[in-house]
Each structure stands twice: as structure tokens, then as C-alpha cells.
């Protein structure tokens, strides 16, 4: 019921609140003024910066009395944290104090400012009680506007109509791969990113600025917590086994200042097997996936908090802080190893409608083995030789190693059903329309290398933050090595032959390649605030990248442009969004292969021109903060690959580069749904179409053309014991495109159903003492929580994709290939300090 409340009073785009005034003067403890100083009103997404003589003024829209947080945050000094209960029409005068940064660095926080980057409001503790298969950090942006998966059993996703492979990732500032070889979800294994040891993630969905890199759709930056003590997790289930723990070494001369060595690990282990024999599909399922992941850092010396004033040629002060960290290392490394055994037996699909059902049955003999084995590292020095400027350098390389071995032989039996309600035979075979056998064989073997060496910078000219400066210069190494063998033949007649008494292979892969490129990436970009009251803002600049493979250069220009309203009158919480740019994406591997394994070379790369404008509206309702995001993009695609999706398998066409065009509207609503606890709300619509071929001027879908998805998170608690909470997911998408396979212009004829989700978990938090025992304890459990979960609590069956067989006629039948059925999870999940 408060759902629907909250549904009905979602357009109050015009709600003007009386207001209170915090106001004050911020000092440093010379009680000398500080200026620049950022404040922030938690929930509210009000913001405002002290003058020169350190003083502050905020207004806070109120209706009646409201307890609020205000955060002051400032280079050299630590963050500061004001509480107080408001009444409207009043003037609160609060005098700050900020206190000298003793025991952690000044951080030019870049990414929660940057156009288009939406910060998910979810903290990792959160995120482990989200009711999802996959324990990635990806399975949660299938919630967000604009973004769309394919199964539950992948981590991959699909952003405002491009497909898997056109998403960046980035893990503590390094590009991620995924798997080239997966075909399947259940095959795929774990996503990269551990969410237990996430501390920010951030996600764009179009438009975003020159510092990240070279694909079409969408970019992923996920950063990795950096310790302050010790404390750790680890959850125990049915699928997924995780552990992590942190911690920081003690200062021997200062215990109350930090060490100068931190550590992160997790572990994870996830297996599908007792999802997996839910399929239609039966047979011995023997999947085990499972990673180890580290991040180091260390701080050679701590330097004292100081001052240095200079004159300016125009006769002004300017107040540069020294840096308490001069020099950081950072090491970081992963190891993954996915392997996936399948040995099917039979598997039996009824298809059709009420007035004609057909049923397929198949007997299997063989078996599917696979393997992806990740390795990466990487070494990272930073340097910040003071408050306003910061250097990286960073040495990453990275190495998968791939294998696909299928020798599965399946002979089946095509029926259609008796449909006829008062027969005795109801539901039982009426006719056979055709049997036969297909053969499936495959040799894959894949290696990648990637070596990079990459330096960064960060500038800001002054404290007030009005200009910002980033450039980067990176270089990198590709080598890749393969040997794929894979065949089908079809067999509908008793033999491996058709009309003309040919073999009838239906499908031939075959080819071995060895690649080695160089890449050469560049970028500038500077973040401009305009007004005084810094109410605009401008980020614009210019990527570079050549590669020598394709013997291509590519040029990038982006612009962003942001109008803050509130700032100006903080009674209207709106801020007006503006984007455009160019965003190329060169070949990576996939891309070359033809359908009979021959290499492509001759390709230029894809290319994407968005134009994107959005607005966000900050609201209350029940005297509780909630937040409107909404974007309308339009995205010109040229040099376009065209391809078909087998479930997460990419299938490319090269001989075809085409033009077409992506348009769409996202919007998304998150807020306390209920007091405390945080719930979001998304839904989209989207076009996409390709030109047919390079002969015809008709435009058809693209596959990912899905027109309308939605999606909701919702948590509640019992009002009475608030240790009892539910969370509820929920993901609706129209059908997107498929078609006859091989048969190119007839890729997306056809729309897959519709597809519906609802997992539920219900959690309970075991507490063993009061808050105030566990404060009070230095080690112990901090907190546990055991989970019950129901996957797909309507037990509806949503198709991943078609098996296509023929009859004795030579028709060929679309068969559909569900998802896994209704099944129940549990989990413990403890944490400990």
C-alpha cells in the first residue's frame, strides 16, 4: 500500500517547502578562516562551498521539525559532521572547526563529479542482500535504468541498445576483459568485481567524459576499499561461499596515527549445479567457479600538515597544502579460474499454444568441458607532491586462457500434441513430425596477453575547485593466440547428408590466427565551474588512440555541461544535465572472425556519436528525501558490425560495416521508500534499427531492440523488529530480436517473450548482545544475518534463446531454451571486526 502512494505522488515536480538557514563561519585550528570548504547536506543533495572569509550559508527545504547531517570537507583537513533538528523559518548560526588531516590523505575526489556518472546508492553490505544468482557487483546494474541482461546465470548486461561487448569495466583504474570464448550463462562463471571488498561503484550509460576509454555504450568504474582497520565478511550458502578480510598495520611510534601497510583479500566460490539441474536439459552438471583477489598498499612516510602562502602576479594570496602522503604504492592482483563439465542425458521442451503444442525429446552422448583462467596484476605509484596535483603511474598485465571442448551427440524426436481437452490422450504425442540427430563438435583454444604501462594526472588550479585538470598517456600490448576447430552436422534422415548426397554440416569453424598489436590511448580534459554560486559546470576534452593493427587513429571530442538550480534557490532541487561526444571502438578479437573462422582484417572502427539530456529532480515525500534521474539520448552508429546473440555468445558478420541509430528515455526514482531503507525504480524505452545490408536503404532491428524494460529494488522491515527485513527484485523487458540463424538478413525477424522476474529473500539479523556491548569490544562479530531466498518466485519460464531442428519435410522449428525454474537459496552472512 505505501508503494502505491508513493507511485501516485511521483510527479510533485512543483513541491516549494519552507525553509532553515545553517550558516556560520568555518576555521582552521589557528582560528584562521578556511576557504573552499565543501559542505553538504546528507539526503537532501544540497551543496555549497565557504567564502574567502570562511563563512557559509545553506538553505534546507523543511515542513516540519527535521533532524539533518551536514558534511564539511576540505584538502589538508579531516571531514567534519554537523547535527542539529531544524524548524522552518528559523537561522541556525554554527560555528565549524576543521581539524588538521592526521592520519589519511587529501584525495581530489574526482568521479562522484563528473556529468552522466550515476553513483549507485548502495553500500556493499546492502548489495550482499540483494536476492540475485550471480554474486557480481554487475547482476546489480540490471536494477538501473537503461541496462538490460539476458540471463540470471551471467554477470553480462546490455546498455541502451548495444550489446556485451561494447561495456567498459574498470577495478581500481584497470580495464577489464571478459571471457571471448563464453557462449552461455551458466558456462560464464563469475563476474570480475568482489562487492565485498567495492567501496565506490560508479556507472554511466552514455556520454561520459574523455577519461575513460574506447567503447560504445557504457563504463563501469569500480573502486576497491582502502582499509582503516582490521574487520572482514563471509557469507556461506547453497551457491555462493565468500570471505574477505582488511586490515592496516600499527604505527609502533603514534598508535593513534595509521600504519604504513594495508591489505584487502576475498575469496569467492560459486557454483550452479543445484540451479542447473532445474534446466530442461538433464544430465551430470559440474560446475566450479572460484577467485582470489588482493589489493596492497604501502606509504613510505607520513609528512606533517602545512601551509604555504604565495602572492599572485595579480597581488592576491594563494594557500597551497603540502601533501601528507607524498608517495603511495599500490600492488593488486587476481586470480579466476572458471571450469564448467556438463555430461547431458535428455532433455525434453513443450512448445506451442493451447490450439497446437509440439513437444521436442532428445537422448544425449558426450559431453561439454570448459575452461577460463584469469590472471592479472598490476603495480601503481602515486605521487602527490601537493594537495593540488596528483600523478599515477601504473604496470598492469593481464592473461586469460580459454578452452572449449564439445563432443555431444543428441538424436531427438519431434511430436505434435493431442490439444483436444476431453480426449483421453490429452497432452500425449497425436503425430511425429520428424526425427533425427545433430552432432556438435568443437576444439577451441584461446590466449590472451595484455601488457600496459599508463601515467595519469590531476590538477585543480585553487581551492575554490573552479578548474580542474586530467591527461593520461598509456601504451599497450596485445598478443593473442588461437585454434578453433567446431563443426555441427545435421542429421534428419538417418544420415550425415542432404539432396545432393553432401555432408549436411550445417555450421564449420575452422582456423588458427596469432595477432599482436600496439595501442596508443591519450586523453585531456578539464572540469570548468562557473558563478558564484558555482551553479554551471563545463567538462570538455579530447581522447586519442591509434592502433597499429588496424593502422587507424582516432580522434574523441566530448563535452558535458551541468546547470545546478539549487544552488541558485535551493527551493528548486532540479540540476539540468547536457551531453555529447564521440566514442569509437576498435576490433578487439571477436570481431574479425568470420562464420567459417577466416580473419577479417580490413575493418575500421565502430563508431557511436551520443547526444544525451537529462534532469534531476530532488523531492521529499513523507518528509523523506527521494531522487528523479531522467535522460531522453539519441546515438548515431556508423561502421557498425552487424551480429546475432546465441544466449551471451556474439556471433559478428565482417564483411558488413552499417550505419544505424539508437534512441531513447531512461528515468529512475530512489529514495526511503520506507524510513531507513534505501529502494529504487527504473524504466526505459528503446529504439534501435540497422541498415539491412550495404545494397539496401531499409533499416531492421538490431537485436538488442527491446523496447521497454523495467525494474524495481524494494526493501521493508518489520516496523515493530526492525532485525526482520525483505527485499524484493524485480525485472520485466519486452522481447528483444532473433532470427533464422546463418541466414543474415533474416537475423531479426522474430521477438523473443517477454521477460519476467521477481526474487525475494527475507533476512534476520542474529544479534548476540546490545549495540553498545559491540562497540564497546574490540574484536568480535560485528554482525549476522541469515538470508532466505526465492529465484524466480512465479516460476515463470523465460526463454534465453531457440534450438532450431527440422522435420521430415525439411521445415526447420524454433524450439525454446528456458531459464532455470522457481528454487530456494539460503545464505549466512557474518560480519567481524
Known sequence: ????????????????????????????????????????????????????????????????????????????????????????NNVYDKPIKMTDYKTKDVVIKTTKNIPQILI??????????????????????????GVVGTSEFSSQYKVRGGNFDENLVYVNGIEIYRPFLVRSGQMEGLGFANRSMTDNIAFSTGGFPAQYGDKLSSVLDITYRQPKNFKGSAELGIITNTLHLEGISKNKKNPDELGKFTYLLGARYFTLGYLLNSLETKGNYKPAFGDLQGMFTYVPKRYTPRADTIIRKDGTQDIIYNSVEKWKFTGFFVGNRNKYLFIPREGEATFGSVQSAYRLQTAFEGQEAVTYNTVLGSLMAENRPNSRWKMQHILSAFRTQEAELF????????????TNFGSEGFGEESSA?????????????????????????????????????????????????????????????????????????????KGSVTIQREIIRAYYQEERVFGKKQAASLTYGVRYTYDNYIKQGMTSPRVQF????????????????????????????????????????????????????????????????????????????????????????????????????AYGLDARVNGEFIKGLESWISASYLKTSERLSD?????????????????????????????????????????????YPYLFEE???????????????FSKMIIFRTKDQMEARKHGISSLWATAEIFNLFGRFNTVGYQWVRDINNRYWSVPQHLSARLINVRMIVQFK
Open 1 to 88: 500500500m505505501r508503494l502505491l502512494v508513493f507511485l501516485i505522488l511521483l510527479l510533485p515536480f512543483l513541491l516549494l517547502g519552507q525553509t532553515a538557514r545553517v550558516q556560520g563561519r568555518i576555521s582552521d585550528p589557528l582560528n584562521k578562516p578556511v576557504e573552499g570548504v565543501q559542505i553538504e547536506v546528507l539526503k537532501y543533495g544540497i551543496f555549497a562551498t565557504s567564502d574567502s572569509l570562511g563563512r557559509y550559508s545553506v538553505t534546507i527545504p523543511v515542513t516540519k521539525p527535521t533532524k539533518v547531517q551536514l558534511v564539511f570537507t576540505a584538502l589538508q583537513y579531516d571531514s567534519a559532521i554537523l547535527e542539529l533538528e531544524i524548524r522552518n
Open 120 to 145: 549507485i546508492p548502495i553500500t556493499p553490505e546492502e548489495a550482499a542482500k540483494i536476492p540475485t544468482i550471480n554474486p557480481s557487483v554487475e547482476s546489480i546494474l540490471l536494477a538501473q535504468p
Open 407 to 418: 563432443d555431444v551427440e543428441g538424436g531427438y524426436r519431434l511430436s505434435e500434441l493431442n
Open 433 to 509: 513430425l520428424g526425427t533425427g540427430s545433430v552432432y556438435h563438435y568443437a576444439r577451441n583454444f584461446l590466449q590472451m596477453n595484455v601488457v600496459s604501462a599508463e601515467t595519469k594526472g590531476e590538477w585543480l588550479n585553487a581551492n575554490n575547485y573552479r578548474r580542474k585538470v586530467f591527461w593520461g598517456v598509456k601504451g599497450e600490448m596485445h598478443f593473442i593466440k588461437d585454434a578453433l576447430k567446431e563443426y555441427t552436422l545435421f542429421d534428419s534422415a538417418q544420415y550425415v547428408s542432404n539432396q545432393n548426397q553432401e555432408f549436411d554440416v550445417i555450421e564449420y569453424l
Open 562 to 661: 551541468i546547470y545546478d538550480f539549487s544552488k541558485r534557490n535551493p527551493n528548486h532541487q532540479v540540476r539540468l544535465r547536457l551531453a555529447s561526444g564521440v566514442y569509437h571502438q576498435p576490433p578487439i578479437y571477436r570481431e574479425f572472425r568470420e562464420r567459417s573462422g577466416a580473419l577479417q582484417t580490413n575493418l575500421t572502427p565502430q563508431t557511436s556519436i551520443h547526444f544525451i539530456a537529462g534532469a534531476d529532480y530532488t523531492f521529499k515525500a513523507w518528509g523523506r528525501p527521494f531522487k528523479l534521474f531522467s535522460e531522453a539520448y539519441y546515438k548515431y552508429l556508423y561502421n557498425i558490425i552487424p551480429y546475432e546473440v546465441q544466449n551471451v555468445r556474439i556471433r559478428y558478420y565482417p564483411d558488413y560495416q552499417l550505419p544505424g541509430y
Open 695 to 739: 545494397t539496401s536503404d531499409i533499416y531492421i532491428p538490431r537485436p538488442t531492440d527491446q523496447r521497454f524494460t523495467f525494474a524495481m529494488y524494494f526493501q521493508d522491515e518489520l516496523p515493530m523488529n526492525p532485525t526482520y527485513k525483505a527485499h524484493i527484485n524485480y525485472v520485466y523487458g519486452s522481447g528483444s530480436r532473433f532470427g
Open 747 to 761: 537475423r531479426t525477424v522474430y521477438r523473443f517473450p517477454s521477460y519476467h522476474r521477481v526474487d525475494i529473500g
